[in-house]
């Protein structure tokens, strides 16, 4: 398993975060595979290009704006 797959399957659940998909990562399947923050945003990048996730910016208060990921239909086909 790949962290792309990893990301589209956490996905399927709900929008996440970048730091929410770790989290569950570190939660579901630390057990057998580890992800970091170093793999798990170059594939949310490479899923967004690819058309199989969007991203939205979402605005905090006194923070950064986080971006929430979201699977697509395609990026459901593409997991099945």
């Known amino acids: 398993m790949d962290v792309k797959t990893i990301c589209l399957g956490v996905l399927t659940e709900q929008d996440h975060t970048g730091y929410e998909i770790k989290r569950c ?5 630390r057990h057998f595979f580890v992800a970091g923050f170093g793999s798990i945003y170059p594939a949310l990048a490479e ?10 910016n ?4 006194k923070r950064p ?5 979201s699977i697509t239909a395609a990026g459901r086909e593409a997991l099945a």
């Not at 979402?58 to 208060?61: A, C, D, G, S």
């Open 25 to 29: 990562c570190e939660e579901v399947f």
């Open 47 to 56: 899923l967004q290009r690819d058309g199989f996730v969007t991203a939205t």
């Open 58 to 61: 979402v605005e905090q208060k």
């Open 65 to 69: 704006d986080k971006k929430v990921y």
